[in-house]
C-alpha cells in the first residue's frame, strides 16, 4: 500500500505541501465508540440482535410460522390423497411456478431490478437441461443444475448491458433480451443450430425416477421446490438480501455508504436466473419438451402475476401467487365441468376454448389488483389471525 | 500534519450554469473546516465531485496524494471518503440498525468489524448517536431530528478519513444540534478530517477553526471564521439567513 502511494505521488514543486504516509490504523473503531463499548457487557445484553436460531423458533411458534407449515402439509398431502393425475400435474406446476416467481420476486421485489424478461432465464434452464439430456446423455439431475448454471452465464451477460439503466429502460432491455431467445428458437433458417420449430422432445420427468409415475416426480420436484424456497428466504433474511433491499430503497444512499452496488446488482441477477433456470429445467421435464414458446413474453408475465397476486418482496407472497394460479385454474375447470355434467347450458361449457379459463382469471386479477393494495396474501393471513383469534378466545 | 485533500481548479458546469467556478484549496489531516455561501453557491455540489456523485467539467482532486478524479463513489469510500446528504436518504424499509449494518458491510466498515462483529459495530455506531433505543424501528416514522442523526451515523460506519457534512445542523432544534456539534468535535479531537457545509452560522462560526467561502461557484475567502466575515465580500454576498 505505501508503494503505491509512492508511485502514484503527485510531484511536489512546492516544499511545503508534504503528504503524510502515516494513518490511522483502518481496523481501529473511533474512539468515540470506546466508552459505548466499555458498557459492554449492559449495551450488548440489552441491544442483542437475534440470531439467526431465534428468528426460526420464534417464527414457527407464531401465528404465521403456523399457517406456513400447515399450508406445506396441505399442498404436500392433498396431493397424495386424492391421487389423480390431474391433481398431480396442478401441484406440480404450482411448484415450477413457485420456484420460477420466487426468482423473479428476488431480483424486482427484493432488489429492485425490475425485469420483464425472466423468460429467458427459464427458457435457456430448461433447453440446456433438455440438451445435456437428449444430446449429451445426461442423467436428468445433473442436467437441472446445468440447466441452473448455463442460466446464471446468461444472467450474466443480459444484466451486464441493461445494468446501465434503470427503471423502465431496464425492464425494456431484459424484454428485448428474451424476445431476441424466442425469435432465435423459432427461427426455421436456424433450427439447425437452435432447434427451431421442433425444440427438443423430452421424456417427462416420470420417466426418469426409479419408480416410473408422477408420483416420484411430485415428491422429487417438492422435495426440491422446498430447497429452493428455503434458500431464497435464507437469503433474503441475510445480511446479503439487507444489502439487496438497500439497493432497492435507494442505490444512490447506498453507494455512498461504501457499497460496490453494481457488484451486487451482478450477484441478483445471477442467483434469480439460477433459480428461473431450476424451475425451466423442471418444467421441460414436466411438458415433456423445450420449444421456443418458453421464451414468450407471457411466460415473463407468469412471475410478474404471481408475485403480484400474492405479495411483492417476499418470498413467500410469490409461492403463494404461484399456488392460487394453479388452483383457481383447477378449480374453474372442475367447476365448468360440473356444471357440464349437471346440465347447465351444456352446449356451451362443454365446448369451452381453454382461453376462457384465462379470461375469468385475468377478470378476478383485476378485481383483485383493484381491491387489495399489496397482493393478497398478507390480508388472507391477517383476517386468518382475526378468525383464529375470535376462536381460541381472545 | 500534512494535507489530505486537495482540490486543483475544479469547474463543473450544469449547461449554461457553472456551479463550481476554478475552485481551487487544500485541506490538512485532521483539519476542521466549515463550507459557507449563499444558497445556489455551489456547496452541494462541490461535495458532490469530492465524493464522486459528479465528474467536473475540469480540475482535479486528490486525497492522500493520489488523483481520485476519475474513480467512482464507492472507490472514494473505499479510500476514505464520506458523506452525508443535506436531504436525509435514509433506507425506508430497512430498521435503524440495518441502515448502519449496510454501511459496516462497505469494504472499510468490515475492516473495522473484524473483531467485535458487524452487529455490535452497528449497535455501537448506533448509541454513540443516541439512536439505539430506536434500532428496529424503521426510518418512516421517526422525526427529522432522529434522521439526521442517522444520516451521520451512517456516514460513520464506513470508517472515514475525511468527513463531508452537508447540512449536518438543519432542521434541528437547538439541543438536537448540541449533540451533533458535540459528536463533531469528538471525531475532531480523535483527528479526524471534518468539512462542514452549514447555513446555521452562528454554531458553525464557533466550531470550526477555518472557513471557506463559496459565491456563485466561486471560492472567494478562506481563513479563520472571524476574518472572513468582516471581509466586504463576504458580507455583500449576503451570507445567509443569520446575523453576519
Redesign the interface.
Known amino acids: 500500500m505505501n508503494e503505491k502511494?509512492e508511485s502514484?505521488?503527485?510531484d511536489q514543486q512546492d516544499d511545503k505541501?508534504?503528504?503524510?504516509l502515516t494513518?490511522?490504523p483502518?481496523?481501529?473503531?473511533?474512539?468515540?465508540?470506546s466508552k459505548?463499548?466499555k458498557k459492554r457487557a449492559k449495551?450488548?445484553i440489552e441491544?442483542q440482535?437475534p440470531s439467526a436460531q431465534d428468528n426460526l423458533k420464534s417464527w414457527i411458534t407464531s401465528f404465521r410460522g403456523g399457517i406456513g407449515l400447515m399450508g406445506l402439509i396441505l399442498v404436500t398431502f392433498i396431493p397424495l390423497m386424492l391421487n389423480d393425475t390431474v391433481y398431480y400435474h396442478t401441484f406440480i406446476m404450482a411448484m415450477i411456478y413457485s420456484i420460477y416467481a420466487a426468482s423473479w420476486d428476488l431480483l424486482s421485489g427484493v432488489s429492485g431490478q425490475v425485469s420483464f424478461g425472466q423468460a429467458a432465464y427459464f427458457g435457456i434452464g430448461g433447453y440446456s437441461c433438455a440438451y445435456f439430456i437428449i444430446y449429451l446423455g445426461f442423467d436428468w439431475f445433473p442436467s437441472i443444475f446445468i440447466g441452473g448454471i448455463l442460466a446464471i452465464l446468461f444472467g450474466l451477460l443480459v444484466a451486464v448491458p441493461c445494468l446501465r439503466f434503470t427503471g423502465p429502460y431496464l425492464a425494456l432491455g431484459t424484454l428485448a433480451f428474451s424476445l431476441l431467445l424466442f425469435n432465435l428458437f423459432h427461427m426455421a433458417s436456424l433450427s439447425h443450430i437452435f432447434f427451431g420449430e421442433q425444440g427438443i422432445p423430452v421424456p417427462t420427468l416420470s420417466i426418469f425416477s426409479f419408480k416410473g409415475n408422477i408420483i416420484t416426480e411430485f415428491l422429487i420436484v417438492l422435495i426440491i421446490m422446498i430447497i429452493c424456497i428455503v434458500v431464497m428466504l435464507a437469503i433474503f433474511n441475510s445480511?446479503l438480501g439487507?444489502?439487496f433491499?438497500?439497493i432497492?430503497?435507494?442505490e444512490?444512499?447506498?453507494?455512498?455508504?461504501?457499497?460496490?452496488?453494481m457488484r451486487y446488482k451482478l450477484y441478483a441477477f445471477m442467483i434469480s436466473a439460477f433459480f428461473a433456470g431450476i424451475a425451466g429445467s423442471f418444467y421441460v421435464l414436466h411438458i415433456g419438451k423445450a420449444d421456443y414458446n418458453i421464451y414468450s413474453s407471457l411466460m415473463s408475465f407468469y412471475p410478474i402475476i404471481f408475485t403480484l397476486v400474492g405479495g411483492i418482496a417476499l418470498i413467500s407472497g410469490s409461492v403463494f401467487g404461484a399456488y392460487f394460479y394453479a388452483l383457481t385454474n383447477l378449480f374453474l375447470d372442475e367447476l365448468f365441468d360440473f356444471f357440464t355434467q349437471m346440465g347447465f347450458f351444456p352446449e356451451f361449457f362443454n365446448n369451452l376454448p381453454t382461453a376462457f379459463i384465462s379470461l375469468i382469471f385475468s377478470i378476478i386479477l383485476l378485481i383483485l389488483i383493484r381491491f387489495t393494495e399489496r397482493g393478497i396474501m398478507e390480508p388472507t393471513i391477517k383476517h386468518s389471525k382475526t378468525l383464529w383469534d375470535l376462536i381460541i378466545g381472545k | 500534519m500534512g494535507v489530505i485533500l486537495q482540490v486543483k481548479n475544479l469547474t463543473k458546469r450544469f449547461g449554461g450554469l457553472t456551479a463550481v467556478n476554478d475552485v481551487s484549496f487544500e485541506v490538512e489531516r485532521g483539519s476542521l473546516v466549515g463550507l459557507i455561501g449563499p444558497n445556489g453557491a455551489g456547496k452541494t455540489t462541490l461535495f458532490n465531485l469530492i465524493s464522486g456523485f459528479e465528474n467536473p467539467n475540469s480540475g482535479s482532486i486528490w486525497f492522500e496524494g493520489m488523483n481520485i478524479t476519475k474513480f467512482n463513489t464507492s472507490k472514494r469510500v473505499k479510500m476514505g471518503i464520506s458523506r452525508t446528504f443535506q436531504i436525509v436518504r435514509p433506507l425506508k424499509t430497512l430498521s435503524l440498525l440495518d441502515n448502519i449494518i449496510v454501511g459496516c458491510m462497505s469494504p472499510r466498515g468490515k475492516k473495522m468489524s473484524e473483531d467485535i462483529g458487524i452487529n455490535q459495530l452497528a449497535s455501537t455506531i448506533l448509541a454513540s448517536v443516541g439512536l439505539i433505543d430506536k434500532a428496529r424501528i424503521p426510518p418512516i416514522i421517526l422525526p427529522h431530528g432522529d434522521l439526521k442523526r442517522l444520516e451521520f451515523a451512517r456516514a460513520l460506519a464506513s470508517n472515514p478519513e475525511l468527513l463531508l457534512l452537508d447540512e449536518p445542523f438543519s432542521g434541528l432544534s437547538h439541543e438536537e444540534q448540541m449533540v451533533i456539534v458535540k459528536l463533531i468535535k469528538e471525531l475532531h479531537k480523535e483527528g479526524h478530517t471534518i468539512i462542514l457545509v452549514g447555513h446555521v452560522l452562528r454554531e458553525l462560526m464557533a466550531l470550526v477553526p477555518r472557513t471557506l467561502v463559496l459565491h456563485q461557484g466561486k471560492l472567494i475567502a478562506d481563513g479563520a471564521p472571524d476574518e472572513v466575515v468582516n471581509k466586504k465580500i463576504v458580507y455583500e454576498a449576503y451570507l445567509g439567513r443569520g446575523e453576519s
Open positions: 502511494k502514484n505521488r503527485q505541501v508534504q503528504i503524510v494513518r490511522r483502518i481496523d481501529e473503531p473511533f474512539k468515540i465508540f459505548h463499548m449495551t450488548f441491544y440482535v445480511r439487507t444489502i433491499k438497500a432497492r430503497d435507494d444512490t444512499s447506498t453507494e455512498a455508504a461504501g457499497i460496490n452496488t
